[in-house]
């Protein structure tokens, strides 16, 4: 699938298989904040979008997902070099989703994320 922001970033879905993903991205000086460390939306990025990757292949061809809430939590700072998010479904109802992601840098856990998605069929009345 093709994903514009993740080019625009540089980040890349390594993996992805049914309830699991995982994805990279090398931090570099266009993702650090004004305190030289990598900017937070950046490893919310990779959470949110590795969700979504793990996502999809539990999807009917004719649905697709949303973010309803995710919430990071962020533990060390990352200056540079690759981070990598692995993602895994924790439950999949049918409307919602609930997924955990953790992300690391040389093997050390930086992030976890944990998130809500809501599975729907577009243009269809899901109420």
Not at 3 to 14: F, T
Not at 64 to 71: E, H, S
Not at 74 to 89: A, R
């Amino acid at each position: 699938m093709h994903h514009p922001y993740a080019d625009l970033i540089g980040l890349k879905v390594e993996e992805q298989r049914a309830g699991f993903s995982k994805c990279t991205l090398e931090v570099t000086d266009k993702h650090l904040n004004p305190h030289n460390v990598a900017h937070g939306a950046v490893l919310y990025a990779l959470a949110d979008t590795g969700m979504g990757a793990a996502l999809y292949p539990t999807l009917d061809p004719i649905q697709i997902c949303a973010t309803v809430q995710l919430t990071m939590n962020y533990f060390k700072p990352v200056v540079s070099g690759f981070v990598t998010c692995t993602t895994e479904v924790v439950n999949r109802g049918r409307n919602i989703a609930y997924l955990e992601s953790r992300i690391s840098f040389a093997g050390v856990l930086v992030a976890t994320a944990s998130g809500n998605y809501s599975i729907f069929t577009p243009g269809k009345n899901t109420i």
